[in-house]
């Protein structure tokens, strides 16, 4: 993986190809240089191509959040210990680009500032502010799934689980938005303080 895309192995077909591609030319051009020309050269593929699976740039970016939803799934399931207190941890690194040893880690600033530009567009569009809205759920749902495992286990406080899950996404997503527009990296020293939260709030003595 030369160019440095978190996605094991080859794409399985033109589809997936064109998901990888867009990520490629987002990290180069960020939201407002990414074409469908230049996807399509990304990808090697004609814009043709390109066309027989999406309606247009809309239409690409609400798949391509998809995807990459997915391939976080993807990663997590992989990483996932079945001990609540190591898959929060994992968790929280991936949501912060943190990825784990069996991918390349990309450039981080362009891809979460590629993150931020396409979030942006929910202020007026609809339909990307569904699937941000579909995206937040999910992430809550897989945490709310993580603390009612380690509450279940006896190693996780009786905490409420879908308030939790849903403050952390909240400073996650704070984290990320930070990342995404600052000069310096406040991700370190934020890390810690979400460490500590999860010490404090959630683990219990032993």
Same mark, same amino acid.
Do not use: W
């Given at each position: 993986?030369?160019?440095?895309?978190?996605?094991?192995?080859?794409?399985?077909?033109?589809?997936?190809?064109?998901? %990888?591609?867009?990520? %490629?030319?987002?990290?180069?051009?960020?939201?407002?240089?990414?074409?469908?020309?230049?996807?399509?050269?990304?990808?090697?593929?004609? @814009?043709?191509?390109?066309?027989?699976?999406? +309606?247009? @740039?809309?239409?690409?970016?609400?798949?391509?959040?998809?995807?990459?939803?997915?391939?976080?799934?993807?990663?997590?399931?992989?990483?996932?210990?079945?001990?609540?207190?190591?898959?929060?941890?994992?968790?929280?690194?991936?949501?912060?680009?943190?990825?784990?040893?069996?991918?390349?880690?990309?450039?981080?600033?362009? /891809?979460?500032?590629?993150?931020?530009?396409?979030?942006?567009?929910?202020?007026?569009?609809?339909?990307?502010?569904? @699937?941000?809205?579909?995206?937040?759920?999910?992430?809550?749902?897989?945490?709310?799934?993580?603390?009612? +495992?380690?509450?279940?286990?006896?190693?996780?406080?009786? /905490?409420?689980?879908?308030?939790?899950?849903?403050?952390?996404?909240?400073?996650?997503?704070? /984290?990320?938005?930070?990342?995404?527009?600052?000069?310096?990296?406040? /991700?370190?020293?934020? %890390?810690?303080?979400?460490?500590?939260?999860?010490?404090?709030?959630?683990?219990?003595?032993?």
């Amino acid at each position: 993986m030369s160019d440095g895309i978190p996605f094991a192995g080859e794409p399985a077909d033109s589809h997936e190809a064109i998901m %990888r591609a867009t990520f %490629r030319a987002l990290r180069e051009y960020g939201y407002a240089g990414l074409s469908i020309q230049r996807i399509a050269d990304e990808a090697d593929l004609s @814009k043709s191509t390109f066309y027989h699976h999406f +309606d247009g @740039k809309e239409d690409l970016l609400l798949s391509f959040q998809e995807f990459i939803l997915t391939e976080f799934n993807r990663i997590f399931q992989v990483e996932s210990t079945g001990d609540p207190e190591q898959d929060i941890q994992t968790f929280v690194s991936l949501v912060l680009d943190d990825f784990p040893d069996c991918v390349e880690t990309p450039e981080k600033n362009a /891809v979460l500032g590629s993150y931020i530009e396409m979030r942006a567009q929910a202020v007026q569009n609809p339909e990307f502010r569904e @699937k941000f809205t579909e995206t937040d759920e999910l992430f809550t749902r897989q945490l709310v799934h993580i603390i009612e +495992d380690g509450i279940e286990q006896g190693v996780f406080a009786d /905490v409420n689980p879908e308030t939790v899950s849903r403050f952390m996404i909240t400073i996650l997503d704070g /984290v990320i938005l930070q990342s995404a527009t600052r000069n310096d990296n406040p /991700v370190a020293d934020i %890390r810690d303080t979400i460490d500590e939260y999860i010490e404090e709030t959630l683990l219990l003595d032993t």
